[in-house]
């Protein structure tokens, strides 16, 4: 009984050493990150077909429709769907629609939405595709994502780059301490981007200065710009 006991007590006192010497290391906190810049090869385009009609509803619906179909076939001709081009109904709706003159509520005529969005990684025809859906009845083009179509595999090859960064980063804070790396006590990164939306209005009231426009030059000027990714890595590391 008593060399159970010794034996217990034996491997307790290892343990208890084993902690106390996992405890008595330090941690050196190493952030690093790395950014690409980069040309966007998606585009998407947000295009809108409103009617309105003072008596009914059913009309309304009815020219949004023609218009729509319209549209929709005409945005399919211009993608490619075997690169993963698309084109797909992003809203609809149809309500009338009220004004409020010294708190009392008058109809103003029934109005009918539809929005599309066009999904195409032939970036450099944008500027057609809004033209074409101007010319077909288009009433609001209201926003522009240009985006890369390989963002993940960018974002893991600079998560690499970033934590071997942090590591060298790290190894030289230890050095400089009189210390060493141990051992990794956290690692998390995440990506981000920018540069990547543009914003352009368009609706009725701009559409004779941009029709003008795209006759002098051809189409509307659309620039795609350039993606930035960011790579973010967070690290600890042990020492002793």
Do not use: W
Not at 39 to 53: G, L, N, Q, R, Y
Not at 213 to 234: D, E, L, R, T
Request: neutral net charge; charged residues 20%.
């Amino acid at each position: 009984m008593k060399k159970i006991l010794a034996i217990t007590a034996v491997c307790c006192l290892m343990f208890s050493s084993a902690v106390f010497a996992e405890n008595e290391k330090g941690f050196i906190n190493a952030n690093a990150s790395i950014n690409k810049e980069m040309t966007p090869d998606t585009v998407e385009v947000s295009i809108a077909v409103v009617t309105d009609d003072l008596k009914s509803l059913q009309d309304a619906t009815q020219q949004n429709k023609e218009l729509s179909e319209r549209l929709y076939g005409a945005m399919k001709e211009m993608i490619t769907e075997a690169n993963g081009d698309y084109v797909k109904t992003s809203d609809f709706s149809a309500q009338p629609v009220y004004h409020y003159i010294n708190g009392k509520k008058n109809f103003e005529k029934y109005q009918v939405s539809n929005r599309i969005i066009v999904h195409t990684k032939s970036v450099d025809k944008v500027g057609e595709i809004i033209d074409r859906a101007i010319a077909l009845g288009a009433t609001n083009i209201d926003n522009l994502s240009f985006t890369l179509s390989s963002y993940e595999e960018y974002c893991d090859e600079l998560l690499i780059q970033a934590a071997q960064k942090s590591r060298v980063r790290a190894e030289n804070l230890a050095k400089a301490a009189g210390s060493q790396i141990k051992g990794v006590k956290s690692l998390n990164g995440s990506c981000n981007t920018s540069g990547v939306n543009q914003r352009i209005m368009y609706n009725m009231v701009a559409k004779s200065e941009m029709m003008d426009s795209a006759s002098a030059m051809g189409s509307v000027p659309i620039s795609s710009g350039s993606v930035k990714i960011y790579a973010n890595v967070n690290a600890s590391y042990f020492v002793k």
